[in-house]
């Protein structure tokens, strides 16, 4: 997994979701789609002073969970020295405590990520478990084909999905549920091919709370899709 794969990735969600081929950088996908997106960072970790990635930085000292399970039985053990107060405990304990990043159990082809449990294809996100071909995002899980999202399971096809499950070829949708073909959706549920709906339930052509004919609905549709792209 590398930049040109989640690029890749990221080419193939845009294509779905909005129907037109992206225009967009990985970097410019980063900044307009996931500027408040929980992601990890770089840190370097203190044995050999590589980059690598963690979800908390917090922790002076990093060494990667592949690195630290390379090490030698014994590696860790250190000889019996005087306890004579608390620091010293907290001193030695200091020694060896390393944070594990780019933490992944059970899965393939991960890059600059930590946190990843039976997945595959994820790239520069955190706390995915049994997704696949997830770029930008910060929780998901039984998910696939979702950037730029943040703890939201069961979908596929997602762009800015929050909170939110059962969700597909979508984009902005918040604290909702069985959303299908539709962009801006906050607190709904059983809604498709529906724009700037908040409060709703079971709506098609909807846009901001207003029934649309479906001509209509796909005109205004486009319109919206440019302003996104391009905005």
């Not at 071909?133 to 910060?138: E, K, P, R």
């Not at 979908?155 to 549920?177: A, H, K, M, P, Q």
């Amino acid at each position: 997994m590398d930049a040109q794969v989640a690029k890749q990735i990221v080419d193939k969600v845009i294509g779905q979701v909005f129907g037109y081929r992206n225009p967009l950088s990985l970097e410019q996908i980063l900044k307009k789609f996931a500027f408040d997106v929980r992601l990890h960072q770089q840190v370097y970790e203190t044995m050999t002073n590589q980059p690598t990635w963690a979800s908390s930085t917090n922790p002076a000292k990093f060494i990667s969970f592949e690195n630290s399970l390379k090490e030698p039985e014994g590696f860790w053990d250190r000889p019996k020295r005087p306890i004579n107060s608390i620091q010293d405990v907290l001193n030695y304990w200091g020694e060896i405590n390393l944070w594990a990043s780019e933490r992944t159990l059970d899965s393939l082809n991960v890059a600059e990520s930590d946190d990843i449990r039976h997945s595959e294809n994820v790239f520069r996100s955190q706390n995915i478990e049994s997704s696949k071909n997830i770029v930008f995002t910060d929780g998901s899980t039984n998910a696939e084909y979702l950037i730029c999202s943040q703890r939201s399971q069961a979908s596929n096809y997602g762009i800015r999905l929050e909170d939110s499950g059962e969700c597909s070829n979508c984009f902005g949708v918040s604290w909702s549920t069985k959303i299908s073909n539709s962009f801006f959706i906050q607190n709904c549920a059983n809604m498709q091919d529906c724009m700037f709906c908040s409060h709703m339930n079971s709506k098609r052509f909807y846009i901001s709370n207003m029934q649309f004919e479906e001509a209509e609905y796909k005109q205004i549709r486009d319109m919206v899709v440019r302003w996104i792209l391009t905005a």
